[in-house]
Each structure stands twice: as structure tokens, then as C-alpha cells.
């Protein structure tokens, strides 16, 4: 991993003004090398590591790895909440005056979506709600894995939010003379990133509280599973079960030519991405629970006979989403990186570029009772796809420019006397001392 701050960082990125990271894969080498690694947890994960590297031929080298990892996770879901892995690898090849890196990796992996506890509170002080302990407690259990919404489809939190995605890369640099480079890096991804949680509505509360919100009293408190009676001052909660699919897919090219002369190095470079995401959200489906780690789901009737919940949901879908997205981005860029002396170094850069979106987006219909009948409470007033649609058609863009320099007192420590950054139409200055990351800062566009 690559931490670059200063210099024209973030010309060669998104713009950002305090500090790029880059993630540099680990290829091959001239031997063959290898590593594996199993490991275990007091919380029950097991997980396995494993890498191997070496030569294909003498200008060829190859490296694989990857990960899997399992457990119910360190706040106990009762269920495997945490599951999965990435398989990566890259083949290298050089040759005279440059070389080619093929890359492809794989993600399968997902993790409980651990959202607010009940937590009880004194101004400043917090403390553990009773049944729920503050490091280990969740809603996940067992009775709340799985939930079969108002419209009849299922959400299942074992499935957590998480990635599933193939990537693909194309690195080729070549050395046109001695004082000019050629770089071209192109990148695809396509796979989902998907979300199961459950997001509590509001603190704990008792069935009474809630029945009295509707004009009337607790007729029954009962367990959803066995139907046995809980007890009237049980605290309960309300959390919904949320689902969101998104599935996404870009494609990225990025070309840049460097020439060097005396102690300047001048960059151009061309960037452009084309992405899509294509959304499907379904928001609230409130289930009653007790308000406890690894709770079950409740059922309430009403004194009168109204149900308050069906199979433990208070209500349905407050808010739907079905959408396609689609965009591309251009981007132009120049900087000079000037070595003035061996302890001097000025950079200077500017980045334009243009954002563009489409889209449409399904409207929603807004207290719709699902079932025609007024003798409910749990779908009365649900969210609903209507059918039509409304369309986003947005662009813009703006430049980005950098001006810095870097005085090095040592082969470690170096002071920056003044950095200008501007995004758009926001600038900043920055003074200070440090560690000379700036001196790499050109590497951005290479990682």
C-alpha cells in the first residue's frame, strides 16, 4: 500500500487534496515463493490464507492468492453471518524497452450489517441496556434471519452486504525513446454489492406503549415461533428488515505520456469511465422484537381484536427504489514534477473533468393499504411501485489544480513551505513538516 500526499497527487486522481492511497498488487519474482496461514478466533471465524509466486519463463512471473473466512461473527448472529473470500492474480511479462500486467481478481464476500444498539444513557455517560450487551449484542438470531415481507419476497441476513464481484486489468508501459514513456491502464469490473440489515425505528418501548398508540390495549403478546405468551412488560423494539441489490458494472481507460527533461518530468494524460448501476431497494418492514440480544419476534393483538403485527411485522415497506443508472466521466490533465536542486522539488498540475449522468427511477405510491382492509394494521400504508417513472439527466464539470513545493533537510524529513490545492471552486493551503511521500507522489498514476 502506497500513501501519497503533495505534489500533483491529486491531479492524477479524484481530487483529493490531503492524500491518495494506491493498493499495489504483489507480483512475481525471479524465484518461487509461497506462503499459507490458517487461523482461528475465540469467536469462532476460521480463516486460510494462501500466496505463491515465481517465474513462468525469463521474462514472464506469475502470482496467485487469496482468502476464505467463515464465522457467526464476534457479535454472535447465531447463524454464519460472516462468510467468504477473493481469489487474485497477475501475470507479468517485460520485455525491451517496457511490459505488460494482465490482472483478475474474484470477491465473494459478505458480513453482518451491524447497525445502532439500544443503549442506555446519562448526559454524557452510556451504559449497557439490560440484555444487550454493548460489545457482543445484535438483533441478528436465529427467529430474525429470515423475513417474508408484505410483497411476498424474503430477506435473509445470513446474506449480511458484501460484494460479489469479477475484476479485470490491462497495465502497458512502454518506453517510446529515452526521454518519453507511454502508459495505458484499463480496468472492468461487473458483479452486485448487495445489502440485508436489520435498522432499528426507534428505542425500546413496551407493548403497551405502542397499543395505546392505537386507542387501545395490549389484548396479547405472543411469541411468533410457539405462540406462548410473553410477558406485558417485556421491552420490545421495532427494526426493519431492509433489502438493497445493486448490480454494477464499469469499464475504466487511462493513457498518459511522460517526457523528461533535465530535472522536469511532464505528464498528459487522458482518463474516461463508463459505469452502470442498477438498483432494487425495499426500506422499513418493521419487525416486533424483544428488545434483547438475539431476540425473537413478537406478535401483538390489540384488546379490541385489531392485529398489530402479521407474522411479527408492525408495517411494511416505507420507501422502494427500482432504478438504472448510467454514467461516464472524461478527465484531462497536465503536470510538471521539477527536481530544482537535489534538495528542491516544485509540482504543479491541473485535472479537468466532466461527470455526466442518466436515469430512471420507478416512482413510489405512498400510503397504499396493500390489502383493502381496514381491519388491519401491519400493511396499511405501505410504499408501493406505481409503475411510472421520473428521469435524472445531469452533467457538469470543473477543474482541479495543485501547486507545492517540498525542501529536503534529509533523506527523511522534509518541510513543506506552502501547497495550493483547489477542487472546483475550493482551495486550500497547507504547511508543514514530514516524511518526504511527495517525492513518490508521481507513482499515483502508475499504481
Request: net charge negative; glycine share 12%.
Amino acid at each position: 500500500m502506497e500513501a501519497v500526499r503533495g505534489g500533483p497527487a491529486q491531479v492524477f486522481s479524484n481530487g483529493q487534496v490531503g492524500l491518495t492511497v494506491n493498493v499495489i498488487e504483489k507480483k512475481g519474482g525471479d524465484e518461487f515463493a509461497g506462503k499459507a496461514k490458517i487461523s482461528f478466533t475465540d469467536f469462532g471465524e476460521r480463516r486460510f490464507d494462501g500466496f505463491v509466486s515465481g517465474p513462468i519463463s525469463e521474462n514472464t512471473t506469475f502470482a496467485f492468492g487469496g482468502f476464505y473466512r467463515a464465522s457467526d461473527g464476534l457479535r454472535d448472529a447465531q447463524f454464519t453471518a460472516e462468510e467468504g473470500g477473493q481469489i487474485s492474480g497477475n501475470i507479468e511479462h517485460k520485455f525491451e524497452r517496457g511490459k505488460v500486467l494482465f490482472t483478475a481478481r474474484y470477491l465473494n464476500d459478505h458480513g453482518a450489517w451491524l447497525l445502532p444498539i439500544p443503549v442506555v444513557t446519562d448526559g454524557s455517560n452510556i451504559s449497557e441496556f439490560d440484555g444487550f450487551p454493548l460489545g457482543t449484542g445484535t438483533f441478528n438470531s436465529n427467529e430474525t434471519r429470515l423475513t417474508i415481507l408484505n410483497d411476498g419476497t424474503q430477506v435473509d441476513q445470513s446474506q449480511g452486504r458484501g460484494a460479489n464481484v469479477t475484476q479485470l486489468g490491462l497495465n502497458f508501459d512502454y518506453d517510446l525513446t529515452d526521454s518519453l514513456s507511454f502508459t495505458n491502464k484499463a480496468g472492468y469490473l461487473k458483479g452486485s454489492a448487495n445489502t440485508r440489515g436489520l435498522v432499528p425505528n426507534a428505542p425500546p418501548t413496551t407493548a403497551g406503549a405502542i397499543a395505546a398508540g392505537f386507542g387501545s390495549t395490549v389484548g396479547a403478546l405472543t411469541y411468533r415461533s410457539d405462540g406462548a405468551a410473553a410477558a406485558a412488560d417485556t421491552p420490545v423494539i421495532e427494526v426493519g428488515a431492509w433489502r438493497v441489490d445493486k448490480d454494477i458494472e464499469s469499464f475504466t481507460n487511462e493513457t498518459t505520456l511522460s517526457y523528461k527533461a533535465g530535472g522536469h518530468t511532464v505528464s498528459a494524460g487522458v482518463y474516461f469511465a463508463d459505469f452502470s448501476s442498477r438498483d432494487k431497494w425495499n426500506l422499513g418492514n418493521f419487525l416486533l422484537l424483544e428488545a434483547q440480544n438475539n431476540p425473537r419476534v413478537l406478535n401483538l393483538t390489540l384488546a379490541d381484536g385489531r392485529p398489530v403485527t402479521r407474522d411479527g411485522l408492525t408495517r411494511g415497506s416505507f420507501f422502494n427504489v427500482n432504478a438504472d443508472y448510467d454514467g461516464t466521466d472524461w478527465a484531462f490533465y497536465l503536470a510538471d514534477e521539477w527536481q530544482v536542486t537535489d534538495q528542491l522539488r516544485v509540482d504543479a498540475g491541473i485535472r479537468w473533468q466532466r461527470h455526466k449522468i442518466d436515469a430512471t427511477l420507478e416512482n413510489n405510491d405512498f400510503g397504499v393499504d396493500t390489502d383493502n382492509d381496514p381491519d388491519t394494521l401491519y400493511n396499511n400504508g405501505d410504499a408501493v411501485l406505481n409503475g411510472t417513472f421520473s428521469t435524472i439527466d445531469y452533467a457538469a464539470d470543473a477543474p482541479s489544480w495543485t501547486v507545492g513545493a517540498n525542501y529536503a533537510l534529509t533523506d527523511d524529513l522534509g518541510v513543506l513551505p506552502a501547497t495550493a490545492a483547489a477542487t472546483a471552486s475550493r482551495s486550500s493551503m497547507i504547511c508543514g513538516m514530514g516524511s518526504t511521500l511527495s517525492r513518490a507522489s508521481i507513482r499515483s498514476r502508475r499504481a
